[in-house]
T-cell receptor, first 113, second 111 residues
Framework: NAGVTQTPKFQVLKTGQSMTLQCAQD?????MSWYRQDPGMGLRLIHY???????DQGEVPNGYNVSRSTTEDFPLRLLSAAPSQTSVYFC????????????FGEGSWLTVV | SQELEQSPQSLIVQEGKNLTINCTSS?????LYWYKQKYGEGLIFLMM?????EEKSHEKITAKLDEKKQQSSLHITASQPSHAGIYLC???????????FGQGTRLTINP
């Protein structure tokens, strides 16, 4: 069972570079989301989607873009990386509310130098 | 998040002792999720509570939701080294499964 798969697991970027963090789930979940985890701040929601073609901003969306062309995939794009985007990124998926388990991927460690 | 306070931030207990971690929301909880994270790894789902007064258990871990207090507690009985890690509570405060998280509790178990 693959669950929620994130790639890459580790990445080092230079300031100003762009990249895409990939997220795929094989559970046919409608809801998908991206969080970032920073020391002392817990996880914060970046963007989320309730289905293909539908996305919305979370708490900290600036500097990130998303799209949802298929149910399975929810990529997160950094357009021009900044050191403030150094973080651990987690993708999550679930069935619609109420009361469904939210599954998380294993994380992507991003360092921007 | 200021909407969700988790305590304590760090906890060191002797193996075999019981412990409790608390999570308090400033808003009505539509759902409260507990996860465990080991350093450098992803989030492992433990339990989800939805109804006031609800209590769930898995092995030696019990979670309760007190809807009136907008608070949840996670209790570990007879702690073991395998319980060590970071425990995170995530709250659904909109009913949309967009979670706000506490800062986490780092649990260390001493032999």
């Amino acid at each position: 069972n693959a669950g929620v798969t994130q790639t890459p697991k580790f990445q080092v970027l230079k300031t100003g570079q762009s990249m895409t963090l990939q997220c795929a789930q094989d559970m046919n979940h409608e809801y998908m989301s991206w969080y970032r985890q920073d020391p002392g701040m817990g996880l914060r929601l970046i963007h989320y989607s309730v289905g293909a073609g539908i996305t919305d901003q979370g708490e900290v969306p600036n500097g990130y873009n998303v799209s949802r062309s298929t149910t399975e995939d929810f990529p997160l794009r950094l357009l021009s990386a900044a050191p403030s985007q150094t973080s651990v990124y987690f993708c999550a998926s679930s069935r619609p509310p109420p009361g469904n388990t939210i599954y998380f991927g294993e994380g992507s460690w991003l360092t921007v130098v | 998040s200021q909407e969700l306070e988790q305590s304590p931030q760090s906890l060191i207990v002797q193996e075999g002792k019981n412990l409790t971690i608390n999570c308090t929301s400033s808003k009505t909880l539509y759902g409260l999720y507990w996860y465990k994270q080991k350093y450098g790894e992803g989030l492992i789902f433990l339990m989800m509570l939805q109804k006031g007064g609800e209590e769930k258990s898995h092995e030696k871990i019990t979670a309760k939701l007190d809807e009136k207090k907008q608070q949840s507690s996670l209790h570990i009985t007879a702690s073991q080294p395998s319980h060590a890690g970071i425990y995170l509570c995530g709250a659904d405060i909109q009913g949309a499964q967009k979670l706000v998280f506490g800062q986490g509790t780092r649990l260390t178990i001493n032999p």
